[in-house]
């Protein structure tokens, strides 16, 4: 049975690079991505969720970003795709912990940093209009079903 281990995600990079150089001359590259999504509650209040992953780049993507020749900066609008991995670890008090990272294969700046008078897209912000009081369309992804507390 063949399997499949792919992660595509857009969102924004929540600090700068960080560039890690080993004796041996290999880099490796640390960011986070923020993702985030919005939807309505039951109670028809707008909710947004942002999940934060870890990013690992490594390689020629590494060196690429470490010497400048890829300039990404926190809060940058980022496309990644790479290979979801989990590695464990000992603290130092001993404690087995567990890290989830992207290990990102490819890379890409889908619109730099954002002032906060714009939407993650770079166009400026216009706030939705207000829903019409007591209106809720059926079927739609950013209402949960009656029964369910979940927003798919």
Not at 34 to 41: L, M, Q, V
Not at 71 to 92: C, F, I, P, S
Not at 99 to 113: C, D, G, H, S, Y
């Amino acid at each position: 049975m063949a399997s499949l281990n792919k992660v595509i995600l857009i969102g924004r990079l929540g600090k700068d690079p960080e560039v890690t150089t080993f004796d041996n001359g290999n880099r490796k590259i640390s960011a986070t991505l923020a993702t985030s999504e919005r939807y309505r509650d039951r109670d028809n209040n707008w909710v947004e969720q942002t999940d934060w992953h870890n990013l690992v780049v490594w390689g020629n993507l590494a060196n690429d970003i470490a010497e400048g020749r890829r300039n990404y900066a926190k809060g940058d609008l980022m496309y990644v795709e790479g290979k979801l991995k989990t590695r464990q670890y000992t603290d130092q008090q001993g404690i087995v912990r567990y890290v989830t990272e992207i290990n990102a294969e490819k890379m890409m700046q889908l619109a730099p940093a954002r002032s906060p008078q714009q939407s993650s897209y770079g166009q400026p912000y216009t706030p939705a209009p207000e829903p019409t009081p007591g209106y809720v369309p059926q079927n739609s992804p950013n209402f949960p079903d009656e029964g369910n507390d979940l927003p798919f």
